[in-house]
């Protein structure tokens, strides 16, 4: 079974613009979450989806927005990038369990290492 | 807010024991977890474990759960070069789904 993939793999984008980046859960997965990790603040989690919907959500500003499609992949975008957004983006996923919709284990992509300069 | 936290490094030698410590200060807490992360890599679930559990085995890993002290232990038998990595313990928060708080990491190497 493929792993949690992620896309891009790199970006380098400039103060101002924006950024969408891409993941793709398991196979069979229903649960997308989002975690920013940097040298200063460590895993932050920013949001979770479950089908289509969001459930949770960290404490960033509204710049940092997501959704999820019906196939469960999701995408995450930042827009009006600062230099402090540079991080390495985290997706993780986890599929339903046999007695609610949770699973208790999250597979984590490689990530999208995003700079801004 | 729930917080994890965890020592920074620890240097070990090849074939030794190497233990990672983490307290955790969500009372509710029902699942910690390991992972590991490589230079340049995402995040390696290792093993996780069960509020309700003091022990978890699987090979060289064992986790132990102090309920009662918020300590969370990962040892790994006969340490290798290829286990050198930073390790994460994480809290699944109960407050809210599928959201892991995590420490800040245990940067572990292993020397011959």
């Known amino acids: 079974k493929a792993g949690v993939t992620q896309t891009p793999r790199y970006l380098i984008k400039t103060r101002g613009q924006q950024v969408t980046l891409s993941c793709s859960p398991i196979s069979g997965h229903r649960s997308v979450s989002w975690y920013q990790q940097t040298p200063g603040q460590g895993l932050q989690f920013l949001f979770e989806y479950f089908s289509e919907t969001q459930r949770n959500k960290g404490n960033f500003p509204g710049r940092f927005s997501g959704r999820q499609f019906s196939n469960s992949r999701s995408e995450m975008n930042v827009s009006t990038l600062e230099l402090g957004d540079s991080a390495l983006y985290l997706c993780?996923?986890?599929?339903?369990?046999?007695?609610?919709?949770?699973?208790?284990?999250?597979?984590f992509g490689p990530g999208t290492r995003l700079t801004v300069t | 807010g729930e917080d994890v936290e965890q020592s920074l490094f620890l240097s070990v030698r090849e074939g030794d024991s190497s233990v990672i410590n983490c307290t955790y200060t969500d009372s509710s807490s029902t699942y910690l977890y390991w992972y590991k992360q490589e230079p340049g890599a995402g995040l390696q679930l290792l093993t996780y474990i069960f509020s309700n559990m003091d022990m978890k085995q699987d090979q060289r890993l064992t986790v132990l759960l102090n309920k009662k002290d918020k300590h969370l232990s990962l040892r790994i038998a006969d340490t290798q070069t290829g286990d050198s990595a930073i390790y994460f313990c994480?809290?699944?928060?109960?407050?809210?789904?599928?959201?892991?708080?995590f420490g800040a990491g245990t940067r572990l190497a292993v020397h011959p």
């Open positions: 993780a996923s986890s599929q339903p369990s046999a007695t609610g919709p949770d699973s208790y284990e999250q597979y």
């Open positions: 994480a809290d699944l928060f109960s407050g809210g789904y599928n959201k892991l708080i």
